[in-house]
Protein backbone atom coordinates (compact mmCIF):
# COMPACT_ATOMS: atom_id res chain seq x y z
CA UNK A 1 0.00 0.00 0.00
CA UNK A 2 1.61 3.14 -1.08
CA UNK A 3 -0.96 5.94 -0.36
CA UNK A 4 -4.09 6.34 1.95
CA UNK A 5 -6.99 8.29 0.96
CA UNK A 6 -8.74 11.41 2.44
CA UNK A 7 -11.06 9.27 4.28
CA UNK A 8 -9.01 7.10 5.75
CA UNK A 9 -7.15 9.55 6.89
CA UNK A 10 -10.00 11.35 8.62
CA UNK A 11 -11.18 8.01 9.82
CA UNK A 12 -7.82 7.36 11.56
CA UNK A 13 -8.81 10.73 13.42
CA UNK A 14 -11.71 9.71 14.22
CA UNK A 15 -10.88 6.68 15.78
CA UNK A 16 -8.07 9.27 17.65
CA UNK A 17 -10.51 11.14 18.39
CA UNK A 18 -13.04 8.11 20.30
CA UNK A 19 -10.70 6.59 21.66
CA UNK A 20 -9.71 9.78 23.49
CA UNK A 21 -13.36 10.55 24.48
CA UNK A 22 -13.59 7.15 26.25
CA UNK A 23 -10.22 7.23 27.79
CA UNK A 24 -11.80 11.01 29.19
CA UNK A 25 -14.90 9.41 30.30
CA UNK A 26 -13.17 6.53 32.51
CA UNK A 27 -11.05 9.13 34.13
CA UNK A 28 -13.40 12.10 34.71
CA UNK A 29 -15.94 9.38 36.52
CA UNK A 30 -14.66 6.69 39.31
CA UNK A 31 -16.70 5.40 41.59
CA UNK A 32 -15.07 7.14 44.33
CA UNK A 33 -11.97 9.94 44.04
CA UNK A 34 -10.52 7.98 47.00
CA UNK A 35 -9.76 4.66 45.07
CA UNK A 36 -8.57 5.33 41.91
CA UNK A 37 -5.41 3.69 40.33
CA UNK A 38 -2.58 6.12 40.08
CA UNK A 39 -2.13 6.04 36.48
CA UNK A 40 -6.35 7.41 36.42
CA UNK A 41 -5.29 10.69 38.05
CA UNK A 42 -3.66 13.58 37.36
CA UNK A 43 -0.28 14.31 38.50
CA UNK A 44 -0.51 16.78 41.70
CA UNK A 45 1.29 18.91 40.13
CA UNK A 46 4.37 18.87 38.49
CA UNK A 47 4.62 15.28 36.22
CA UNK A 48 2.47 13.80 33.61
CA UNK A 49 0.00 10.28 34.23
CA UNK A 50 -1.33 8.61 31.34
CA UNK A 51 -4.88 10.53 32.65
CA UNK A 52 -3.00 14.07 31.83
CA UNK A 53 -2.53 13.02 28.06
CA UNK A 54 -6.39 13.17 27.37
CA UNK A 55 -7.01 16.68 27.30
CA UNK A 56 -4.17 17.66 25.25
CA UNK A 57 -4.96 14.70 22.77
CA UNK A 58 -8.21 16.43 22.29
CA UNK A 59 -6.90 20.00 21.34
CA UNK A 60 -4.28 18.23 19.27
CA UNK A 61 -7.37 16.55 17.46
CA UNK A 62 -9.11 19.85 17.07
CA UNK A 63 -6.14 21.33 15.07
CA UNK A 64 -5.51 18.15 13.18
CA UNK A 65 -9.19 18.49 11.43
CA UNK A 66 -8.82 22.04 10.26
CA UNK A 67 -7.06 21.98 7.21
CA UNK A 68 -10.01 19.57 6.09
CA UNK A 69 -12.69 21.64 7.64
CA UNK A 70 -11.21 25.22 6.64
CA UNK A 71 -9.54 23.97 2.80
CA UNK A 72 -11.58 25.85 0.97
CA UNK A 73 -11.66 29.16 2.61
CA UNK A 74 -7.68 28.65 2.78
CA UNK A 75 -7.39 27.94 -1.19
CA UNK A 76 -9.94 30.71 -2.29
CA UNK A 77 -8.36 33.98 -3.84
CA UNK A 78 -10.18 35.77 -1.27
CA UNK A 79 -11.53 34.55 2.05
CA UNK A 80 -15.20 34.65 2.07
CA UNK A 81 -16.60 36.88 5.10
CA UNK A 82 -19.09 33.72 6.24
CA UNK A 83 -15.78 31.51 7.05
CA UNK A 84 -15.00 34.21 9.93
CA UNK A 85 -18.52 33.81 11.35
CA UNK A 86 -19.09 30.06 11.04
CA UNK A 87 -15.62 29.68 13.27
CA UNK A 88 -17.01 32.59 15.37
CA UNK A 89 -20.23 31.32 16.15
CA UNK A 90 -18.64 27.52 16.80
CA UNK A 91 -16.43 28.85 19.17
CA UNK A 92 -19.12 30.36 20.61
CA UNK A 93 -21.48 28.05 20.95
CA UNK A 94 -18.67 25.21 22.51
CA UNK A 95 -17.74 28.13 24.72
CA UNK A 96 -21.86 28.76 26.01
CA UNK A 97 -22.02 24.83 26.23
CA UNK A 98 -19.03 24.88 28.87
CA UNK A 99 -20.64 27.64 30.74
CA UNK A 100 -24.46 25.69 30.30
CA UNK A 101 -22.51 23.11 31.70
CA UNK A 102 -20.83 24.53 34.71
CA UNK A 103 -24.32 26.10 35.76
CA UNK A 104 -26.39 23.00 35.30
CA UNK A 105 -28.92 21.83 36.85
CA UNK A 106 -29.62 24.39 39.26
CA UNK A 107 -27.83 27.84 37.52
CA UNK A 108 -27.18 28.15 40.96
CA UNK A 109 -31.12 28.98 42.15
CA UNK A 110 -31.41 31.23 45.40
CA UNK A 111 -32.08 28.93 48.40
CA UNK A 112 -35.50 31.40 48.82
CA UNK A 113 -36.35 30.90 45.56
CA UNK A 114 -40.27 30.56 45.56
CA UNK A 115 -41.12 26.75 44.53
CA UNK A 116 -43.14 27.64 41.27
CA UNK A 117 -40.06 29.65 39.99
CA UNK A 118 -37.83 26.47 40.95
CA UNK A 119 -40.84 24.16 38.88
CA UNK A 120 -41.02 26.99 36.17
CA UNK A 121 -36.98 26.74 36.04
CA UNK A 122 -36.67 23.35 35.37
CA UNK A 123 -39.59 23.15 32.90
CA UNK A 124 -38.03 25.44 30.75
CA UNK A 125 -34.58 24.06 31.32
CA UNK A 126 -36.40 20.80 29.98
CA UNK A 127 -37.26 22.80 26.70
CA UNK A 128 -34.61 24.28 26.39
CA UNK A 129 -32.40 21.15 26.19
CA UNK A 130 -34.59 19.28 24.31
CA UNK A 131 -35.14 22.52 21.73
CA UNK A 132 -31.23 22.69 21.34
CA UNK A 133 -30.95 18.62 20.82
CA UNK A 134 -33.74 18.68 18.29
CA UNK A 135 -32.07 21.20 16.42
CA UNK A 136 -28.64 20.25 16.61
CA UNK A 137 -30.39 16.45 15.22
CA UNK A 138 -31.91 18.28 12.67
CA UNK A 139 -29.04 19.64 10.90
CA UNK A 140 -27.20 16.85 11.36
CA UNK A 141 -29.55 15.10 8.90
CA UNK A 142 -30.15 19.02 6.52
CA UNK A 143 -26.35 19.56 6.06
CA UNK A 144 -26.89 23.10 4.67
CA UNK A 145 -29.71 24.00 6.07
CA UNK A 146 -31.07 26.62 8.93
CA UNK A 147 -32.79 25.03 11.67
CA UNK A 148 -34.92 28.17 11.55
CA UNK A 149 -38.10 26.41 13.22
CA UNK A 150 -36.51 25.97 16.18
CA UNK A 151 -34.74 29.36 16.50
CA UNK A 152 -38.03 30.64 18.25
CA UNK A 153 -38.54 28.20 21.31
CA UNK A 154 -34.91 28.39 22.08
CA UNK A 155 -35.02 31.99 22.10
CA UNK A 156 -38.35 32.58 24.01
CA UNK A 157 -36.72 29.81 27.09
CA UNK A 158 -33.72 31.72 26.52
CA UNK A 159 -34.64 34.63 27.33
CA UNK A 160 -37.34 33.56 30.13
CA UNK A 161 -34.58 32.28 31.77
CA UNK A 162 -32.20 35.27 31.52
CA UNK A 163 -35.36 36.72 33.30
CA UNK A 164 -35.54 34.52 36.39
CA UNK A 165 -31.91 34.52 36.29
CA UNK A 166 -31.99 38.17 36.79
CA UNK A 167 -33.87 37.94 40.09
CA UNK A 168 -33.41 33.86 41.43
CA UNK A 169 -30.18 32.94 39.51
CA UNK A 170 -26.56 33.20 41.89
CA UNK A 171 -24.04 33.55 38.85
CA UNK A 172 -21.21 35.19 41.72
CA UNK A 173 -19.26 31.52 41.55
CA UNK A 174 -20.24 30.08 38.38
CA UNK A 175 -17.13 29.38 36.87
CA UNK A 176 -16.18 30.91 33.51
CA UNK A 177 -12.84 28.97 32.48
CA UNK A 178 -13.34 25.23 31.95
CA UNK A 179 -12.52 22.70 29.69
CA UNK A 180 -15.24 23.34 26.81
CA UNK A 181 -14.36 27.20 27.26
CA UNK A 182 -10.16 25.85 26.40
CA UNK A 183 -12.06 24.53 23.43
CA UNK A 184 -13.59 27.04 21.78
CA UNK A 185 -10.45 29.52 22.07
CA UNK A 186 -8.17 27.46 20.97
CA UNK A 187 -10.03 26.18 18.04
CA UNK A 188 -10.79 30.06 17.26
CA UNK A 189 -7.16 30.96 17.20
CA UNK A 190 -5.96 27.93 15.47
CA UNK A 191 -8.77 28.35 12.88
CA UNK A 192 -7.63 32.25 12.39
CA UNK A 193 -3.93 31.40 12.38
CA UNK A 194 -4.31 28.40 9.91
CA UNK A 195 -6.18 30.94 7.29
CA UNK A 196 -3.58 34.05 7.36
CA UNK A 197 -0.04 31.41 8.14
CA UNK A 198 1.83 29.24 6.16
CA UNK A 199 3.04 25.75 7.30
CA UNK A 200 6.48 27.71 8.48
CA UNK A 201 4.58 30.92 9.80
CA UNK A 202 2.14 27.94 12.07
CA UNK A 203 6.08 26.71 13.16
CA UNK A 204 7.30 29.76 13.95
CA UNK A 205 4.25 31.21 15.91
CA UNK A 206 3.90 27.76 18.04
CA UNK A 207 7.70 28.28 18.99
CA UNK A 208 7.27 32.18 19.61
CA UNK A 209 3.61 31.31 22.13
CA UNK A 210 5.94 28.98 23.67
CA UNK A 211 9.03 30.67 24.59
CA UNK A 212 6.46 33.97 25.34
CA UNK A 213 5.21 31.67 27.73
CA UNK A 214 8.19 30.26 29.18
CA UNK A 215 9.09 34.05 29.92
CA UNK A 216 6.16 35.36 31.02
CA UNK A 217 6.12 32.23 33.89
CA UNK A 218 9.75 32.07 34.84
CA UNK A 219 11.02 36.08 34.36
CA UNK A 220 7.96 38.41 34.99
CA UNK A 221 7.41 39.11 38.72
CA UNK A 222 3.78 38.55 39.78
CA UNK A 223 2.27 41.93 40.77
CA UNK A 224 2.52 42.29 44.41
CA UNK A 225 6.29 41.76 44.92
CA UNK A 226 5.95 38.35 44.34
CA UNK A 227 8.85 36.77 42.64
CA UNK A 228 8.33 34.46 39.59
CA UNK A 229 7.61 31.21 40.29
CA UNK A 230 5.72 27.90 39.10
CA UNK A 231 3.75 27.05 42.48
CA UNK A 232 -0.80 26.90 42.19
CA UNK A 233 -1.43 30.07 44.03
CA UNK A 234 1.55 32.33 43.54
CA UNK A 235 2.15 31.82 39.63
CA UNK A 236 1.27 34.58 37.04
CA UNK A 237 -1.32 32.95 35.51
CA UNK A 238 -3.32 32.09 38.84
CA UNK A 239 -2.85 36.10 39.78
CA UNK A 240 -4.42 37.40 35.86
CA UNK A 241 -7.00 34.80 36.98
CA UNK A 242 -7.97 36.15 40.31
CA UNK A 243 -7.66 39.83 38.28
CA UNK A 244 -9.97 39.08 35.64
CA UNK A 245 -11.97 36.15 37.01
CA UNK A 246 -12.39 36.87 40.65
CA UNK A 247 -14.34 34.26 42.51
CA UNK A 248 -15.30 32.52 39.23
CA UNK A 249 -12.83 29.65 39.05
CA UNK A 250 -12.19 26.10 39.65
CA UNK A 251 -14.34 25.48 42.98
CA UNK A 252 -11.87 22.64 44.02
CA UNK A 253 -9.44 25.67 44.13
CA UNK A 254 -11.12 29.13 44.09
CA UNK A 255 -7.67 30.79 43.67
CA UNK A 256 -6.38 29.30 40.32
CA UNK A 257 -7.84 27.63 37.65
CA UNK A 258 -6.45 24.52 35.62
CA UNK A 259 -8.10 26.16 32.36
CA UNK A 260 -7.01 29.76 33.50
CA UNK A 261 -6.56 32.29 30.63
CA UNK A 262 -2.73 32.55 30.47
CA UNK A 263 -2.36 28.77 30.00
CA UNK A 264 -4.42 29.15 26.58
CA UNK A 265 -1.53 30.58 24.84
CA UNK A 266 0.29 27.59 25.01
CA UNK A 267 -3.01 24.81 24.66
CA UNK A 268 -3.24 26.82 21.07
CA UNK A 269 -0.06 25.63 20.53
CA UNK A 270 -1.39 22.13 21.27
CA UNK A 271 -3.93 22.72 18.26
CA UNK A 272 -0.98 24.43 16.31
CA UNK A 273 0.95 21.12 16.41
CA UNK A 274 -2.31 19.19 15.02
CA UNK A 275 -2.42 21.43 11.90
CA UNK A 276 0.80 21.17 11.19
CA UNK A 277 0.05 16.79 11.66
CA UNK A 278 -3.18 17.40 9.56
CA UNK A 279 -1.20 19.29 6.83
CA UNK A 280 1.25 16.57 6.86
CA UNK A 281 -1.30 13.78 6.04
CA UNK A 282 -2.72 16.49 3.42
CA UNK A 283 0.55 15.97 1.78
CA UNK A 284 0.44 13.39 -1.77
CA UNK A 285 2.81 11.30 -0.35
CA UNK A 286 3.36 7.52 0.40
CA UNK A 287 2.06 6.32 3.69
CA UNK A 288 5.27 4.98 4.76
CA UNK A 289 6.58 8.14 4.77
CA UNK A 290 3.73 10.02 5.90
CA UNK A 291 3.73 7.24 8.96
CA UNK A 292 7.93 7.36 9.20
CA UNK A 293 7.64 11.62 9.00
CA UNK A 294 4.91 11.33 12.14
CA UNK A 295 6.97 9.18 14.06
CA UNK A 296 10.02 10.91 13.84
CA UNK A 297 8.65 14.10 14.55
CA UNK A 298 6.57 12.72 17.88
CA UNK A 299 10.18 11.01 19.11
CA UNK A 300 11.85 14.30 18.75
CA UNK A 301 9.02 16.49 20.31
CA UNK A 302 8.89 13.91 23.34
CA UNK A 303 12.62 14.52 23.81
CA UNK A 304 12.61 18.17 23.44
CA UNK A 305 9.47 18.24 25.93
CA UNK A 306 11.53 16.04 28.43
CA UNK A 307 14.72 18.46 28.00
CA UNK A 308 12.65 21.29 28.48
CA UNK A 309 10.97 20.11 31.40
CA UNK A 310 14.17 19.67 33.23
CA UNK A 311 13.85 23.73 33.41
CA UNK A 312 10.54 24.13 33.22
CA UNK A 313 8.35 21.72 34.14
CA UNK A 314 6.01 19.58 32.82
CA UNK A 315 2.48 20.44 34.00
CA UNK A 316 -0.78 19.96 32.85
CA UNK A 317 -2.44 21.85 35.73
CA UNK A 318 -0.38 25.40 34.24
CA UNK A 319 0.14 23.84 30.57
CA UNK A 320 3.86 24.15 30.06
CA UNK A 321 5.63 24.45 27.30
CA UNK A 322 7.31 21.47 28.33
CA UNK A 323 3.91 19.65 28.28
CA UNK A 324 2.95 21.19 25.29
CA UNK A 325 6.10 19.24 23.56
CA UNK A 326 5.94 16.23 24.89
CA UNK A 327 2.15 15.68 25.08
CA UNK A 328 1.94 16.62 21.29
CA UNK A 329 4.91 14.49 20.81
CA UNK A 330 2.99 11.77 22.58
CA UNK A 331 -0.45 12.47 20.52
CA UNK A 332 2.00 12.29 17.03
CA UNK A 333 3.14 8.26 18.44
CA UNK A 334 -0.12 7.29 19.08
CA UNK A 335 -1.99 8.57 15.84
CA UNK A 336 1.08 7.08 13.72
CA UNK A 337 0.37 3.76 15.34
CA UNK A 338 -3.19 3.98 14.36
CA UNK A 339 -2.31 4.66 10.98
CA UNK A 340 0.13 1.82 10.82
CA UNK A 341 -2.19 -0.82 12.48
CA UNK A 342 -5.30 0.41 10.30
CA UNK A 343 -4.06 1.54 7.13
CA UNK A 344 -1.13 -0.11 6.60
CA UNK A 345 -1.93 -3.54 8.13
CA UNK A 346 -5.26 -3.71 8.02
CA UNK A 347 -6.29 -4.48 10.96
CA UNK A 348 -9.78 -2.31 11.49
CA UNK A 349 -12.08 -4.87 12.96
CA UNK A 350 -10.88 -3.52 16.56
CA UNK A 351 -11.58 0.51 15.47
CA UNK A 352 -15.39 0.16 15.00
CA UNK A 353 -16.25 1.14 18.54
CA UNK A 354 -13.63 4.31 18.35
CA UNK A 355 -15.29 5.17 15.08
CA UNK A 356 -18.37 5.57 16.34
CA UNK A 357 -17.41 7.07 19.71
CA UNK A 358 -15.48 9.89 17.39
CA UNK A 359 -18.24 10.66 15.01
CA UNK A 360 -20.37 11.94 17.86
CA UNK A 361 -17.36 12.58 20.32
CA UNK A 362 -18.34 16.50 21.56
CA UNK A 363 -21.73 15.44 22.08
CA UNK A 364 -21.17 12.06 24.03
CA UNK A 365 -18.82 14.67 26.64
CA UNK A 366 -21.92 17.44 26.85
CA UNK A 367 -24.13 14.14 27.89
CA UNK A 368 -21.67 12.42 29.64
CA UNK A 369 -21.62 15.76 31.92
CA UNK A 370 -25.05 16.28 32.33
CA UNK A 371 -26.13 12.80 33.21
CA UNK A 372 -23.38 12.73 35.61
CA UNK A 373 -24.84 16.02 37.10
CA UNK A 374 -28.65 14.91 37.11
CA UNK A 375 -27.91 11.63 39.02
CA UNK A 376 -26.10 13.88 41.59
CA UNK A 377 -28.58 15.93 41.84
CA UNK A 378 -31.19 13.78 42.08
CA UNK A 379 -31.57 12.53 45.62
CA UNK A 380 -34.03 11.36 48.50
CA UNK A 381 -33.73 9.94 51.78
CA UNK A 382 -33.27 6.90 53.21
CA UNK A 383 -34.37 4.75 55.77
CA UNK A 384 -32.16 5.77 58.13
CA UNK A 385 -32.82 9.54 57.44
CA UNK A 386 -29.82 9.77 55.57
CA UNK A 387 -29.60 11.90 52.05
CA UNK A 388 -28.97 9.40 49.55
CA UNK A 389 -28.24 10.60 45.95
CA UNK A 390 -28.42 8.24 42.51
CA UNK A 391 -25.33 8.23 41.93
CA UNK A 392 -24.64 6.92 44.99
CA UNK A 393 -27.03 4.59 45.21
CA UNK A 394 -25.98 3.11 41.89
CA UNK A 395 -22.59 3.09 42.59
CA UNK A 396 -23.56 1.37 46.13
CA UNK A 397 -25.76 -0.98 44.85
CA UNK A 398 -24.38 -2.22 41.45
CA UNK A 399 -20.80 -2.21 42.38
CA UNK A 400 -19.64 -1.73 46.10
CA UNK A 401 -22.14 -4.89 47.30
CA UNK A 402 -19.89 -7.50 45.59
CA UNK A 403 -16.64 -5.78 44.41
CA UNK A 404 -13.53 -4.20 46.76
CA UNK A 405 -13.23 -0.81 46.55
CA UNK A 406 -10.69 0.36 43.84
CA UNK A 407 -12.33 -2.45 41.49
CA UNK A 408 -15.52 -1.08 41.95
CA UNK A 409 -14.42 2.35 41.29
CA UNK A 410 -12.69 1.17 38.07
CA UNK A 411 -15.70 -0.89 37.22
CA UNK A 412 -18.35 2.33 37.60
CA UNK A 413 -16.04 4.56 35.76
CA UNK A 414 -15.97 1.58 32.74
CA UNK A 415 -19.90 1.11 33.04
CA UNK A 416 -19.84 4.88 32.13
CA UNK A 417 -18.00 4.22 29.01
CA UNK A 418 -20.18 1.51 27.74
CA UNK A 419 -23.16 3.64 28.69
CA UNK A 420 -22.22 6.48 26.22
CA UNK A 421 -20.89 3.94 23.90
CA UNK A 422 -24.71 2.71 23.60
CA UNK A 423 -25.79 5.75 23.16
CA UNK A 424 -23.14 6.91 20.51
CA UNK A 425 -24.36 3.54 18.63
CA UNK A 426 -27.70 4.74 18.33
CA UNK A 427 -27.36 7.68 17.08
CA UNK A 428 -24.57 6.07 14.73
CA UNK A 429 -27.27 3.84 13.49
CA UNK A 430 -29.68 6.06 13.15
CA UNK A 431 -26.93 8.30 10.63
CA UNK A 432 -27.35 11.20 13.44
CA UNK A 433 -24.06 13.05 13.46
CA UNK A 434 -24.21 15.83 16.15
CA UNK A 435 -22.06 19.02 15.24
CA UNK A 436 -22.11 22.51 16.48
Keep these: MTGVTTKQRLEAIDIFRGLTIAAMILVNNPGSWSHVYAPLLHAEWHGCTPTDL ?5 LFIVGAVIPWSLASAKNAETIPPGVYQKISSR ?20 SDTPTAIVILHYLLLSLFSLSLLARAIYLSQNEGQKAKKWILPLLATAVIMIIIGIFYYDFSRLRIPGVLQRIALVYLVSSILFLHQSRKGLLVSGIALLLLYWVLMTLVPVPGGIAPNLEPETN ?7 SIFGSHLWVQSKTWDPEGLLSTLPAIVTGISGILCGLWLKRDTPLPKKITGILVAGLVLVLLGYLWGMVFPINKKIWTSSYVLYTSGIALLVLATVLYLVDHLGWK ?12 ALFVYVMSGIVVKLIMAIKWTGSEGATISMRSWLYDTLFTSWLPDYEASLAFAIAN ?14 KIFIKV
Design 417 to 430: VLFFYLLAVVLYRK
Design 91 to 110: ALIIFGLGLFLAAFPTFKIK
Design 236 to 242: LGAWLDR
Design 349 to 360: KWTKPFQIYGMN
Design 54 to 58: VFPFF
